[in-house]
C-alpha cells in the first residue's frame, strides 16, 4: 500500500474517498483512532492509502481534482 493523502480537512477526505469509490478505486484510512485520541489540536494526520497498482491512477484523480499537488512537478520532474 502506499499513502496517497496525508490531511486533517474532512471535507477534502470525504471528497476524495467518493471520487476514489466513483472510479472503483478501494482505499484505507489510516490513523483515524489516533487523530479522535489525541484531540482537537490536529497533531495527528489521517492518512488515505491505495493499492500500489492504484496508486498512479488514484494520484492523477485526485490531481485533476485539485485535491493533491501532482508529484512529478512538486519533486522537479518534468512538467
Known amino acids: 500500500m502506499r499513502e496517497l ?6 471535507v477534502a477526505l470525504s471528497l476524495a474517498m467518493a471520487l476514489l469509490k466513483d472510479a472503483g478505486i478501494e482505499c484505507v484510512m ?19 492509502m491505495v493499492l500500489d497498482e492504484d496508486y498512479h491512477v488514484a494520484s492523477e484523480l485526485l ?6 499537488e501532482s508529484r512529478d512537478r512538486a519533486g522537479g520532474g518534468p512538467a
Not at 493523502?5 to 474532512?10: A, F, G, I, M
Not at 490531481?63 to 493533491?68: I, W
Open 30 to 48: 489510516f490513523d483515524t483512532h489516533a487523530a479522535i485520541v489525541e484531540g482537537s489540536i490536529s497533531a495527528i494526520q489521517k492518512r488515505m
Open 63 to 68: 490531481v485533476g481534482a485539485e485535491l493533491l
Open 5 to 10: 493523502l496525508r490531511t486533517n480537512d474532512l
